[in-house]
């Protein structure tokens, strides 16, 4: 009887052994599986912190998961009622037993409250996740963000302060205008362009100023407008009295010969580190377009910074005892071996006199950059404030570094044919905003004292100036 009931008591307390080892396993497993997908749940942050939203107001949210992967998220705007607005939500379904993977999701929103149907007043943005933890079940659905917003609906308002404006295609003008004082960013907008005001210190808090050009090569239709963009990024646009005159500008056909490439192109392409084309043609392409694109890209950036105040003592100077030579805007036609192979704008006006003549400073200014900028050579590029620029460039030398102020008249370098340029000359460039505009206009002073000063000097008379609240 011991030995029958001996060996039926023998299997079952293997049978037991053995499930509590599958238990003991299914534990360490179930442990192992939580601790490696993480127990803490998602997480949410903002990219940057948003407090008012408007009618093109950006959101960013950056969503967190353990190893298990996200499963979901909601993002919800709360109206004043306490209804809620489904702003976007994602159901992420697992890839395999260990969750979807996706341990990070950015959301990126761009907020029409008014197409949202979010009233103006205060509401709340909340943002909701789960993941494929194991334990996401023990999570209560609770908002990982709760945002106070304030909904806003009305865009800045903007007056054009002064009277008729005229400005020629590759021409500057001046705009006076007031704005709200909400505004995050103003100016005036030609085209695809847009020309910052800025509110120089002996102006009033509600005032602003902008240059602007209506580039040569601009459509024949466009017309500038100011413009004003709050923190919410409700925007308005409004026009002002203005006329867009048409101009003409130079022609030129120049035949460029396997010297000029020998000696100048190719030596130019191997001090930038570029490579050497075997075809005369294919080289000269690669500095006069490829290369000319870069630098004009660079020069946009150098001119990025500006001062909000205009430094100006008169008109522009210029360099005093030269012979022009191209003039803005010329259209020039580039001539190989009898085919004409390249067209390019020249922007500016060249200026020669003697080899290695001292350059002078055209206006008093703020040394932006002293620099090798491709095409241009050795340059000395001058902020006068306001995004006016004065760009000196082919120079053989320079005497000034960023940073010097300078007065006008003040030696800045020599003159020389560093760059693309085929002899020695100075190429003298004005440029607003970033982008050329005729000199011609800035050497005159009748025009820089009716276009420029005056309507400065009227700004800064604050007593004649519409009040912030008045009616537009």
């Keep these: 009887m011991r030995d029958s009931f001996g060996r039926r008591e023998r299997p079952r307390r293997l049978g037991r052994r053995l499930l509590l080892w599958v238990i003991l396993l299914a534990v360490v ?49 709360r109206r004043p009622d306490g209804s809620l607005v489904l702003l976007a939500e994602e159901q992420i379904a697992q890839d395999g037993m260990l969750g979807s993977g996706v341990a990070v999701r950015t959301v990126r929103l761009d907020l029409d409250a008014k197409a949202l149907g979010l009233p103006e007043g205060p509401g709340e943005i909340q943002v909701y996740a789960t993941d494929h933890a194991p334990t996401a079940f023990l999570h209560p659905r609770e908002p990982l963000l709760q945002i106070p917003i304030r909904v806003d609906l009305s865009p800045p308002r903007i007056r054009v302060l002064g009277a ?57 239709a466009v017309v500038p407008k100011v413009s004003a963009v709050d923190a919410a990024g409700n925007r308005r646009v409004v026009s002002f009295p203005v006329e867009v005159r048409a101009k003409t500008f130079p022609s030129e056909e120049i035949a460029v010969g396997d010297g000029f490439i020998d000696g100048t192109v190719r030596p130019l392409l191997e001090a930038n580190d570029k490579p050497v084309p075997d075809d005369a043609v294919e080289a000269f392409l690669a500095v006069n377009s490829v290369m000319r694109r870069a630098s ?23 360099q005093p005892g030269t012979k022009v030579g191209s003039r803005f805007a010329e259209r020039r036609s580039y001539v190989y071996d009898d085919q004409v192979i390249d067209h390019q704008y020249h922007l500016g006006y060249d200026l020669a006199s003697v080899k290695q003549t ?20 050795n340059v000395v590029l001058i902020d006068h404030g ?27 370098g020599r003159s020389g044919q560093t760059g693309l340029a085929s002899g020695d000359h100075l190429h003298f460039s004005v440029l607003v905003g970033g982008e050329h505009v005729d000199p011609i206009e800035w050497w005159d002073p009748r025009w820089v004292r009716l276009r420029i000063q005056e309507p400065l000097s009227e700004a800064g008379q604050s007593d004649a100036l519409p009040q912030p609240g008045s009616t537009r």
């Design 29 to 77: 497993l179930g442990g192992g599986w939580i601790l490696w997908s993480g127990t803490g749940g998602p997480t949410a942050r903002l990219a940057r912190p948003i407090d008012v939203v408007g009618q093109a107001t950006p959101l960013e949210v950056s969503l967190g998961a353990g190893r298990a992967g996200l499963a979901s998220y909601e993002i919800m705007a």
């Design 164 to 220: 008729q404006h005229y400005v020629s295609r590759g021409g500057s003008d001046l705009v006076v205008y007031e704005v709200d004082q909400d505004a995050a960013t103003s100016g005036v907008e030609v085209a695809d362009l847009h020309f910052e005001g800025q509110r120089p210190p002996h102006l009033p808090e509600n005032i602003r100023v902008a240059l602007y050009t209506v580039p040569h090569d601009a459509e024949s």
């Design 296 to 318: 004009e890209r660079l020069l946009k950036d150098l001119t990025a910074e500006s001062r909000p105040h205009l430094s100006l003592s008169g008109a522009f100077r210029q």
């Design 358 to 377: 001292p350059i002078l400073a055209a206006q008093t200014g703020t040394v932006a950059a002293a620099v090798d900028l491709g095409i241009y050579g």
């Design 386 to 412: 306001l995004g006016l620029s004065s760009l000196y460039a082919h120079l053989s030398s320079t005497s000034v570094e960023a940073g010097d102020a300078v007065e006008v008249g003040q030696p800045v």
